[in-house]
């Protein structure tokens, strides 16, 4: 079982930018994929992004329609860890955002198909 620790959650302005980071430890991320998902208040559980390394030589990404051009994913090998930038910060992105892990590389933002997740951490829109 994988253990996942999010951080970077963050006030942030209308606008702005801000890289959310997802620490793995229990495994190498060489053989999982793993996905960012975010939760606002009262709304269900959405998949924005995930990342898998392909033929062992280099990593895929897939990301929700909504979100293509303004969230990238990536992943440094070297630190066992997934981040997730996220640029011209909406209304709609406030949210406690997760990261998830399932050990295959099928890409999906299906979260019933993750079966390790980390606590989340919050990112907030400024006024």
């Known amino acids: 079982q994988l253990q996942l620790v999010e951080s970077g959650g963050s006030l942030v302005q209308p606008g702005g930018s801000l890289r959310l980071s997802c620490a793995a430890s229990?495994?190498?991320?060489?053989?999982?994929?793993i996905a960012w998902f975010r939760q606002a208040p009262g709304k269900e559980r959405e998949g924005v992004s995930d990342?898998?390394?392909?033929?062992?030589?280099?990593?895929?990404?897939t990301y929700a329609d909504s979100e293509k051009g303004r969230f990238t994913i990536s992943r440094d090998a070297a630190k066992n860890t997934v981040y997730l930038r996220i640029n011209s910060l909406k209304p709609e992105d406030p949210a406690v955002y997760y990261c998830?892990?399932?050990?295959?590389?099928?890409?999906?933002?299906?979260?019933?198909?993750?079966?390790?997740w980390g606590p989340g951490t919050q990112v907030t829109a400024s006024a």
């Open positions: 990342i898998s390394l392909r033929d062992g030589l280099r990593d895929y990404a």
């Open positions: 229990g495994g190498t991320l060489d053989y999982y994929t």
């Open positions: 998830a892990a399932k050990r295959d590389p099928i890409a999906t933002l299906q979260a019933s198909e993750y079966a390790d």
